[in-house]
Structures are given as structure tokens and as C-alpha cells.
């Protein structure tokens, strides 16, 4: 008896603490509880084997870019091998930070090669002319037949200048892809140098003063800076231009003046005027700053959330797992009375002790997760019904009521370890091979079935303990339901 | 409730038969399904596995929201967009009282999906943002998903029949693990069956379902199965009688496990939100089917004729 009220001590610490928990660190909710975006990134490398080291690297950078963008509270983490995934509280629309994230911002200086002039002459007129048709595009929302007509032939036209023919249908995509096309070979007509994005130490952006353009503004390292004269002195008073090339196209072209021919452009800094927008420049400076990334990545899964489904999911969960609750436990005391009651009491105990896991470990919780909570309930019962029966047996054979609690507990044992362990094993390798997604679900089953064999063996065990050391409460009719005879 | 008892021995053949049929059913399904559906497979896999675009999103109206056709909105969206990809293959609906638009569509960008919405809003707007729901998959990431799906169904499946054959010895385990693949291969039937007649289909969620399902119903026949030996040890001259007898004693205790885990699940069909509903009836379903195969078949495999 002694030992036992060690134990009811035990949990009513446990009871006070994970209160104590609960009030001091809320639980972390879910998008799907709180509204949100979230995105998947995928890695993209041709033989599909991504290194843990760049997957490293391509989560700095996206580390970077992410603490730039201004959300607050977004997380970003790896998931398995090749997967990041981004959670962004309270954004609705995911598209500025999918395409800050997706770019792989791979900054590059390029010097044009020899007799290239007609050539680029040429494709930078043809750039002028996309740059048109998108804006005729953008402008005309709802457009006619004509406009379409007139922007198809007019892109057509460009595309026979160029040699170029692309099979997409829909004409926006063209549009771009076209302009891609063009900016590439214009990028072709460079030679690399040495000077990359890694010599960049910030980059900022800035209204122009003569029109309602955006310039991006960069600052080199000291060794980046000295490189950028050295270029800039070799083309000075040519008639050769300095490319600016983001991602393989080249957005921007500049002379250098035959001032700068005994010294180069010094002072570390340059600025990117390529007819940014303020959208655009944002996210150029963004990406900028964060640096390039190591491995192309792709965006395999977009999920938003708006607030207000979010606190309708909580408010359905919470009827759910009340009304859940409520059925069982009348269900509980209807069939074994007292014995119900103490399961009733273990189960509020037992949905405590999860709540207070959750906020210690922390597991975030989710829709699946709350899933888990309320089917793991049913677990938990399960156990305190194959004791309650043994002890029933027990009393019908005529056993003292101490004795058959003793033995209920003690033959019913194998059979709730036997039973958890099934579900464990498939929480682990849910949790192990599953998605975010399921994750939850399998770590709140999981944490659930851990905390059930406590429950179910240890407290319902001491509460009824506890009890029967009142002689009113050891009558055995209170433990057998009515349609019972003894 | 006491006076409840199953003669096993004379039903045995009853079991064994109505078991029999139910797989047969179901078998019949998934090569139904698999031969003669649009999609050509053993069930009719959603856009987790296959990738593409789902948008839920409600309508603000004063009072009742207006009838409207969703054909005549794909229609009015041809007017205002010219992507073929999404026009040909979109699939809308308008629930609750005309209040909620939910659509699906192949695989689309962010831009795509943000250009949908906008025209959705101008034929059936205002829209209520707050309640959106928009997930997009794409299509690499679906295969990925499969593929981790069934990798972990396997695994678990292998894990529980070692812990089984490790714990019974081979004729039990046999029979436990029978049991249980007797209630995935139902199960799955089932939703074999409602792909065909109602196009409902799986998602993640659905595998899980599976797994949850293989852990508690090997759970039930365990502990029906203990029961059989403990009783067999202490009385071995009549086997039959002796397993009925145990059947019958472990019958309220699997009966009121069920109808606990039932009762939980219940509540989520009824309240709970959309993105569990068919995650909660596979499951009920999975109860349903293994608490009857750990009662009823499970211990119809030991008996001796």
C-alpha cells in the first residue's frame, strides 16, 4: 500500500507539471490549424543522389533567403534526403516566395567577346520588342480575338528573326520562354570571368530617379571589388560591354566609360539597372543576398490554408475529440461503473500527459496529429477494457474484489503490451517513411501508445487502489454492471 | 451480454464462406478497376499520387447563394482564360447550399492556380480568401509518394509479422497474419469498389489507414489467441470446445474495444473536418471488419474437424 501512494504522489506531480507545461508553452499548431502556405522544394539533380552536404548548403542559402523575405515565424527544414520544406504562417499567396526560393540566383560578370556587336545589336532589339508584347499581354486582361491575333503574330515574327521556334501552346509561357531564349544567346555572346555572386558582400534596390523603375544595388568583398576593376579596366573605352548575368540570361548590359581606363571602376559597388519592377527587384535583392544555390530546386507541393478554415479545423476537432470522449466515457461507467469511472479519470489524466508531451518535445500540431490523438483514445480504453474484463471474470468466480483487481491487472498485461507494440511498430515506420503530413499522425499515435501503457497500467491501477481504501467503496456490486448476476 | 455465445464449430463452414465471398467480392473490384476504368489502376489514386491541383474556397453571399450550374462556370471560364489544360480536364463542384466551390485540376503552377482563382472570383465572387484551401502536387512528387506509401506498408506489414512469428509459433502466426491480410485485401476492396461507383479516391492518408488497420486487428487476434492458449493449457482434452469457449469469453472484450474506437471515429465522420472523412471511414470500416475477423475467423482457422 505504501508503495502505491508513492505513486499517486508520482502523478499528481506529473498531473501539476503538465499543467504547469501547458499554460507556460502553448501548443505549436499546425498550418492546416493556423492558415498558412507551406511548400515543398525538391533538389533537382540529374542522377537523383543529393549529398547531405548539399542538402546542407542549399538549406543555407534558402536559410538566408527565407529570414529576408519578412514573414514572420516561418521555418524552414529538411525532410528525407532531397526535400526542404517551408512553412509560411499567415501568407496567403505563395507566389513572390516561391519564385524568390526557386531561382537558383547564380550572379555572374561577363565580358562581350570580339565582333559580336551586329549580332547583339540585333537580339537586344528583338528583347525590346518581347518586352512590348508582354506588357500588350499584361495590359490587355480580358482579351479579344485581336489582341490574341495581333500578339501571336507579332511573336511569330520575332521568332523567325531568331530561328526559333518553340512547341508551347499557351501564349504567355511563350512569351517568356522566348524572351529566356533571347537572353540567353545574348548571354553566349560574353566571356566568363572570375567575378561571381560569391564576391557580393549585400545587395540592396532603389527607386531610379528618372523613371518609376527599380535598380538593384550590389557591394563587393574587398578581394570581389579589386576583381571588378580589373574587368571593368580591360573593356574601358572598348566598344565591348559588361553583361550582367543571373541564371544563365543575361538581364542587364553596360559600357564602361574611357574614364575608367587607368583604374577600373573602383569602390566595390555597382548597380543592375535592367528595368526592374519593384516586385522584381525585391525579390533580385532577396535572392542576392542569400547567395546562389549549389543544386537547382523545384517546388513539388504548395499548400495554403486560409485562417478562417484553420480555426474551423480546430473548432471541429476539438467537437470531435470532446464528443469522442464523452460517448466512451459514459459508455465506460454504464458498463463497469466504478471501474468506468476510473478509466474516465485515467483518460483525462492520459490526455493531459499527451498535451504536456507535445508542448515539451514540441510536436506541431495537425489535422492527421489530432486524428492520431482521437484514435489513440480508443487505444487507450482498449487496454483499460481487457483489465476491467479480466477483473470482471475474477469476480464472478468469486474472488475478493483486492484479488481480483491484482490478478485483472496482472493477466490482462501481456496482452496490452502485445497489443502496443503492433501499433508502435507501425507509428515508427510511419513516422519514419512518411510525409509531413503523416508524420504528425504517427508521431501523436505513437506518443500515444507510450503514454497509454502508463496510464492504463499504472494509473488507473493506483486510482483504484486509492479507491478501495474506503470500505463504502468496496462493495463488488459497484464493479459489475447490472445485468450482471453473481 | 453473458448469455451471448457463437458455436464456432457448427458455423465454422458459414464463416469460412461469407469470409470467402467478401474476397472475392473485393478481388473482383480491384481487377475491375484495374482493367476497366479511365484510370487503369487496382484503385482510383488522388492527387497525393498522382499530382495536380485542388482549390476549396467559399462563396460570400448575402443570404442564399444563387444556383448556379458548374457547367455553365466552365463554360463562362473558357471566356476568360485559354488554357487547355485546365479547361479540359477541370473537374467543379458547388456544395453546401451553393456556398462552397471546390475544384480540381491537372497539375498547375502557383501563377496558374492564383490566374483560376482570380476568374473563378469574377464569375461566381465575391470569394471569401479566408477560407481557401489550394494545394498543388506536382506530378514527381506523387510518384514519391506512392512509392513511400507502399515501401511503408510493406515494411510494417513485414515488421508485425516478424514480431508475430517471433511471439506465436507458426500455425498461430499463420493464422494471425491470414487474418489480417483478409481484412487489407477487404478494405481495399472497398475502396476498389467506391473508386468505380462513386470516384472516390485515396490519398496518403488512406495507406495509413491500412497500417493502423494491420495493427489493430493483429492486436484483437492476439489477444484472442492468448486467451486460446492459456485456456488450452489448463484444459486440453476437449480443443474444439475449449477454443469456443475462449471465443466466447474474449468476445465483450473485443466487441467494447471495438465500439471505443468506434464511437472516437464516429464523431470525426460526423464533425470532423472534410480531409479526414474518408481517412475515418476506412478506418471504422478496417474496425469493423478485423474485429470480425479476430472473433469469428481468425479462431475458425484452429478448429479441427
Known sequence: MKRRQGWLFFIIFLLTFSIYLLINFPLQLG?????????????????????????????????????????????????????????????????????????TALLEFRTQKESTSSQLKNLQLQR??????????????KRSEETSLLLIDNL?????????????????????????YINNEIANLFNKTDLSGKDLINAGRRQEQTNNNWEVS???????????????????????????????????????????????????????????SAENARELEVQLKGGSLPLPIEIVETNTI???????????????????????????????????????????????????????????????????LILSIGMAVDANVLIFERIREELINGNTLIRSIDSGFQR?????????????????????????????????????????????????????????????LRQKNLYLSRSTTL | MTSLSFNLIKNKNKIFGFSTFLILLSLIGIIYSTFNTSYKKPINLG???????????????????????????????????????????????????????????????IEESNDLISNVDKILGPLNYESKNSRIIGPKLGKKLLKNCATSLLVSLFAISLYISIRFDKKYALFALLALFHDLVIVFGIFSWLGVLLSIEVNSLFAVSLLTIAGYSVNDTVVIFDRIRENLKQNSDNYNK????????????????????????????????????WFSVSLSLGILIGSYSSILLAPSFLIKD
Open chain 1, 306 to 372: 486560409g485562417p478562417l478554415l484553420g480555426s474551423k479545423n480546430i473548432v471541429k476537432s476539438l467537437y470531435a475529440a470532446i464528443c469522442g470522449l464523452i460517448f466512451v466515457g459514459i459508455f465506460m461507467i454504464f458498463n463497469y461503473r466504478i471501474l468506468g469511472f476510473v478509466s474516465v479519470i485515467s483518460l483525462i489524466f492520459y490526455g493531459f500527459f499527451n498535451l504536456a508531451l507535445y508542448s515539451l518535445i514540441p510536436v506541431t500540431l495537425t489535422l492527421p496529429g489530432i486524428a492520431g
Open chain 1, 128 to 141: 525590346l520588342k518581347i518586352n512590348d508584347l508582354v506588357e500588350l499581354f499584361k495590359i490587355s486582361d
Open chain 1, 31 to 103: 498550418l492546416d490549424l493556423k492558415g498558412g502556405s507551406q511548400l515543398t522544394l525538391q533538389l533537382v539533380k540529374e542522377d537523383g543522389k543529393v549529398t547531405k552536404e548539399e542538402l546542407e548548403a542549399v538549406n543555407a542559402v534558402l536559410d538566408k533567403r527565407v529570414n529576408n523575405l519578412g514573414v514572420a515565424e516561418s521555418n524552414l527544414q529538411t525532410l528525407g534526403r532531397n526535400q526542404l520544406i517551408l512553412e509560411l504562417p499567415g501568407e496567403q499567396n505563395p507566389l513572390s516566395a516561391s519564385r524568390i526560393l526557386g531561382k
Open chain 1, 218 to 276: 550590389l557591394s563587393f568583398s574587398n578581394d570581389g571589388g579589386e576583381k571588378f576593376a580589373e574587368i571593368t579596366k580591360s573593356i574601358a573605352g572598348t566598344n565591348k560591354l559588361l553583361s550582367i548575368v543571373l541564371d544563365g540570361e543575361s538581364i542587364s548590359e553596360a559600357s564602361v566609360g574611357s574614364q575608367f581606363i587607368n583604374t577600373g571602376i573602383t569602390g566595390g559597388a555597382a548597380t543592375i539597372s535592367g528595368n526592374f
Open chain 2, 242 to 277: 475449449t477454443i469456443q469457449i475462449s471465443v466466447n469469453e474474449s468476445f465483450r472484450r473485443t466487441f467494447f474495444t471495438s465500439i471505443t474506437t468506434l464511437m472516437p471515429l464516429l464523431t470525426l465522420i460526423i464533425f470532423g473536418s472534410y480531409s479526414l472523412f
Open chain 2, 47 to 109: 492527387m497525393d499520387f498522382i499530382g495536380g491541383n485542388e482549390l476549396r474556397i467559399d462563396r460570400i453571399c448575402k443570404e442564399e447563394c444563387e444556383i448556379i450550374s458548374p457547367d455553365l462556370v466552365i463554360e463562362q471560364l473558357r471566356t476568360f482564360s485559354n488554357n487547355k489544360n485546365v479547361l479540359n480536364n477541370i473537374k467543379l463542384q458547388i456544395q453546401n447550399n451553393n456556398s462552397l466551390i471546390s475544384i480540381r485540376t491537372p497539375y498547375l503552377t
Open chain 1, 412 to 472: 490482462a498485461n501481456s496482452s496490452i503490451i502485445d497489443g502496443h507494440i503492433t501499433t508502435f511498430v507501425s507509428c515508427f515506420v510511419l513516422f519514419l517513411l512518411g510525409t509531413n503530413f503523416v508524420k504528425g499522425f504517427a508521431a501523436t499515435l505513437g506518443i500515444g501508445v507510450v503514454i497509454s501503457l502508463f496510464t492504463s497500467l499504472n494509473c488507473s491501477k493506483t486510482i483504484l487502489r486509492f479507491l478501495t481504501t474506503y470500505q463504502s
Open chain 1, 156 to 180: 511569330t515574327e520575332i521568332e523567325n528573326d531568331l530561328n526559333y521556334s518553340s512547341n508551347i501552346e499557351q501564349l504567355f509561357e511563350r512569351l517568356v520562354e522566348t524572351k529566356k
